[in-house]
């Protein structure tokens, strides 16, 4: 779908999702993520970039399961993560949106929970590339996480955290030649409705992630 389209669609309060490819398994259990090797870490930062070119190719679960490790996983006996947070409320989730549906990543039980069984990789942003990439992912703040953290500074905060793990993401990418961009020229709005979010949940960013074209 063009970005007029879009425009014209989202103005109108009708930028919806399409219907799933496949079946929407209401759990994915994810195989357990690559923890070692990959691209040495200045390598990985020398090569980090935005792309906005994606193969219509979807990713082998072993490497989204590493991935969205890469992320925000669980990397320490206590819980702790791979990105950090302020007063370590962990208020930042991943929305994964794949053509089979969108699903949150259970980064403790290391699996993605169905949350709407349509495509609604279009829905998550104007360009249009979106529509085709492997996966789209949504990063949702979740108030209700951050009662320590004084009102007037939550949205900052997750946005912050929402950022390391976008670079996360990107440094997972130039590391496993995969492309990447983060997006806030989004629909909150259309995303938090086909995302069925709640009103302490806020739409932060998206970021999509996919081979690269040709
Ligand atoms: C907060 C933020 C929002 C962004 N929003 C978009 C976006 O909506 N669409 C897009 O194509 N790129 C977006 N970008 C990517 C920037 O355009 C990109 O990082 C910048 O051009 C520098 O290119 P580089 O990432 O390759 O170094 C965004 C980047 C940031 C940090």
Redesign the pocket.
Known sequence: MSTLTKLALGAMGRLRPKPAKGDATPKIALPAPDKAGGMPLMEAIAK?????EFAAKELPLPLLSSLLWAANGVNRADGGRTAPSAMNAQEVDVYVALPSGAYLYDAAANAMLLVAGSDLRRVT???DFVDEAAMDLVYVAHHSRMKMVPVGNRESFA?AAA?AI?QNV?LFAASNGLST??????DRDAIAGALGLGHDQQVL??QTVGFPKG
């Open positions: 980090r970039h935005s792309a906005r942003g104007y360009q946005s950022g976008t990107y961009v983060i997006r806030a020229w989004i960013l998206s």
